[in-house]
């Protein structure tokens, strides 16, 4: 059985928290027998090559979904990490926003970046790009925990990128699907189906 489970997307804002709290809601009366985190492989940006090529990618595909304002594009330019810090506010309310509507909860979450833990024994990323960041990472570790995608462990062809969200609505629909994909997963975990 997989006693440390952690749940990795890009910046540990929008998508893997919404997974770790559904996981710990779904095994808070097992005693403590499984550990339940999330991380994001671009939270330091002093760990990622290229850290304008990344950050002017993301800016751009969020401004052409009208997400942040045309003018961003310029201060990005000058300001990068004002823009990026504004993005991640924008996330993290929408996050806050359906945590509080799923599970009447309060903004406690810290920002993580993925690192090599020794205890890790299954880690779930939310899409492709982040299995492949988390590889990487891992790729010289003492220890080789079950390393998939989220949708792939739970045998799904849902899409959990982040690529289709511009705004509440749209954020909301895949934190749902992260939603019934984490409590699937737990349910392959424990072996058990929760109602």
Known sequence: MYR??????????GR????????????????????VSSSGTMVDLTKVPNV??????YV??????GVLKEDRLQMLQTEPYRVLDEL??????????YLHERFRMADNHTK???VVRPQAHLILTVDELNLRNVRAIYATAPNQ??????PDFVGSSDNL???????YASYKEVARKVEEMTRRAIEKVLGIIFP
């Open 112 to 114: 993580r970046q993925t």
């Open 88 to 97: 991640f506010a924008i996330e993290r309310d929408w996050r806050n926003t």
């Open 4 to 13: 440390d489970i952690e749940f990795v997307c890009a910046g540990n804002n």
């Open 60 to 65: 751009r595909q969020n401004v052409a979904k």
């Open 145 to 150: 925990p079950t390393i998939a995608t989220l």
């Open 16 to 35: 893997s928290p919404v997974a770790e709290t559904v996981a710990k809601n779904l095994t808070s009366g097992f005693g403590g027998l499984i550990t």
């Open 52 to 57: 304008l090529d990344e950050i002017g990618s």
């Open 161 to 167: 990128h982040p690529g289709s969200i511009k705004d």
